[in-house]
């Protein structure tokens, strides 16, 4: 079983504690499901971006599996990882798609527990996932220690092949940050151009403007991926919901990470 990596630090240990967390995460949102097919979401701790986050997952619809594209922070693992793990949290444990999973053996994604086991970016979705549905649903983790263009987009297709000929009800989740430790007014300029870029649903034009900007968006490689497999199932359109940064908690605004909500339908 793949044990809570980072409960009691990026969110509350107990669970009592967590639903009151999440609560305050939620408050003042409408819960009104949309037909989305994928979604950016950040992950940092839950009283930095916990209230963009909620954003999406206000949105979100029930599915039968929801697949998370996560980024390696920690280089343990292979370089592409799905894990086959129950996952445990605060809220309870949540199974994954073991058949969607069987369908990768052999791709360039390996099944491999170590690149998930210290990695907080998917495990901080999962409360957010549990809060709206309970444990009535499964996961999809995947992690990206590569994220070029061509790893990325070769996952997404992967994916979203594979969910298609399932006939299953699945939505993607990209989880990243987006600007690292830059004045909020530098980073709100370099987030407005890959977000464009998202909007856009324009891959390569995400990878052209992390690279002109020397953008610092950790998950580039997850968003890829998600925007790949959503528009395979036939997304047309993206929209932010949210965008907000990690001084608007803290009150310096000289060096803040930027987060965003995001999704696509």
């Known amino acids: 079983m793949r044990q809570p990596a980072v409960a009691g630090q990026f969110y509350p240990l107990h669970p ?137 987009v070769e996952v997404g297709n992967l994916v979203a092949s594979l969910v298609s000929k399932s006939k299953k009800r699945v939505v993607f989740i990209a989880s990243s940050d987006f600007t690292h430790y830059q004045p909020a007014n530098l980073a709100k300029e370099v987030d407005n151009e890959i977000i464009e870029a998202i909007l856009n649903l324009d891959v390569p034009g995400i990878y052209e403007r992390l690279y002109r900007k020397d953008a610092s968006v950790c998950g580039y490689g997850p968003i890829s991926a998600m925007l790949t497999a959503s528009k395979k199932l036939g997304a047309n359109r993206a929209e932010l919901l949210k965008y907000s940064n990690s001084g608007e908690i803290l009150g310096d605004m000289d060096a803040v990470v930027g987060y965003a909500a995001i999704i696509v339908e």
């Open 16 to 152: 009592e504690y967590l639903e009151e967390e999440l609560k305050r995460c939620f408050e003042g949102l409408e819960i009104r499901e949309r037909n989305i097919l994928g979604a950016v979401c950040p992950h940092a701790g839950y009283v930095y971006s916990g209230k963009v986050a909620a954003h999406v997952y206000a949105a979100l619809p029930r599915a039968d599996t929801y697949v998370l594209f996560g980024p390696n922070h920690t280089g343990y693992g292979s370089p592409v990882s799905v894990s086959i793990d129950t996952w445990k949290t605060p809220l309870g444990a949540l199974e994954v798609d073991r058949e969607l999973a069987k369908g990768l053996s052999g791709s360039i994604i390996d099944t491999d527990e170590l690149g998930h086991r210290y990695e907080h970016s998917i495990e901080v979705q999962l409360p957010f996932l549990q809060y709206r549905f309970d444990q009535d649903f499964k996961i999809l983790p995947i992690c990206l220690g590569m994220q070029d263009e061509e790893t990325a």
